[in-house]
């Protein structure tokens, strides 16, 4: 030990939509009881086989908005909790998750119980799915163009802001007409490529909202409680507040902007200085590299992963370098 050690600080980071991919969770199930006791427990609260899906399919099943969100909560979910299960003294000190993996992120903190959650999450993942077909857009990546050129890009065309997930990439989202005049707009003022998404629909802007009474009628039938951790809100980039603030900001997020590089920013500054990104695959990974390189970066999405970080954890916790 010398005197320049340094406080390890935990915050765990769990999957958005997107990161479905048939098979997903599968080996978690196979091959430890505690991983098939919550995909049955799931199947029981959702009252369907929610885990046939993830690990089944087909893709074109799975990539539904009803089933995708509740099935990498699950997944995420899992992976947390065989985690636990492996390294009994896990300390966290705060949570985050990207779009839906914020609903992850405030289960894991003790606001929901896990059979609501995962419910909620199904019903938001329908009532975005009905937002989709009432409206015809999309979603676009914009590539190496500055916050502020692409709020340009938004305000010349109409279209949205969505994302800002990590330097160099923002994700715009509006009507489909308009997305490709801001793709071609974007090019124009610099961006190394700007490309739409294969998603059905315009997430996270006022396309969606027509989804926000409904999410605000079903957070009303679900008890919430004061996060136990911090858990930084995609809306401000803020640690959420008490259940009351907490419920206004998930129905805000329906059509606001997931402000990523900014919770993360939020955390390094607090001295968050280890991240373990939980769900099916390594997305937040990626960001991290390119909002900060510096921090310890842990994933957990599969088996070989979990065993991997589990016995990285353990042995930071030992005291002993790898």
């Not at 099935?71 to 300390?91: D, Q, T, Y």
């Not at 997930?165 to 509006?174: K, Y």
């Not at 939020?266 to 695959?281: C, H, K, S, T, V």
Request: aromatic share 6%; glycine share 8%.
């Amino acid at each position: 030990m010398t005197a320049t050690a340094t406080l390890t600080k935990t915050a765990l980071l769990f999957s958005g939509q997107g990161a479905q991919k048939v098979g997903m969770g599968r080996d978690f199930a196979e091959q430890f009881p505690l991983g098939k006791q919550w995909f049955e427990q799931a199947n029981a609260a959702l009252g369907y086989d929610l885990a046939k899906i993830c690990f089944e399919g087909p893709d074109a099943e799975l990539t539904k908005t009803e089933h995708a969100q509740p099935g990498i909560f699950l997944v995420s979910w899992v992976a947390l909790a065989l985690l636990r299960e492996r390294v009994p003294g896990l300390k966290f000190e705060a949570t985050a998750g990207l779009s839906l993996g914020e609903f992850t992120a405030l289960t894991a903190a003790g606001v929901m119980r896990f059979e609501d959650a995962i419910r909620l999450v199904r019903q938001r993942g329908q009532f975005m799915q009905e937002a989709c077909e009432e409206t015809k857009g999309g979603m676009a990546a914009v590539i190496n163009l500055d916050e502020a050129k692409t709020r340009e890009v938004c305000a010349e065309t109409g279209v949205e802001l969505a994302n800002l997930n990590c330097p160099g990439q923002i994700v715009i989202s509006g009507p489909v007409d308009k997305l490709e005049a801001a793709c071609e707009r974007a090019k124009a003022k610099g961006a190394k490529r700007a490309l739409p998404l294969p998603v059905t629909g315009a997430y996270h802007s006022t396309l969606m909202k027509s989804a926000q009474a409904k999410l605000d009628a079903a957070l009303q039938k679900v008890t919430l409680q004061a996060p136990q951790i911090q858990v930084i809100a995609n809306v401000t980039a803020q640690p959420h507040a008490g259940p009351s603030q907490i419920h206004r900001l998930l129905v805000d997020q329906v059509i606001s902007s997931v402000r990523w590089e900014d919770s993360i920013r939020y955390l390094l500054a607090q001295g968050f200085n280890r991240f373990i990104e939980l769900g099916p695959d390594q997305a937040l990974s990626g960001f991290m590299k390119r909002i900060d390189p510096a921090p310890q970066m842990f994933n957990v999405s599969d088996v070989p992963s979990l065993t991997a970080t589990a016995l990285s954890v353990r042995n930071a916790e030992c005291g002993v370098r790898n």
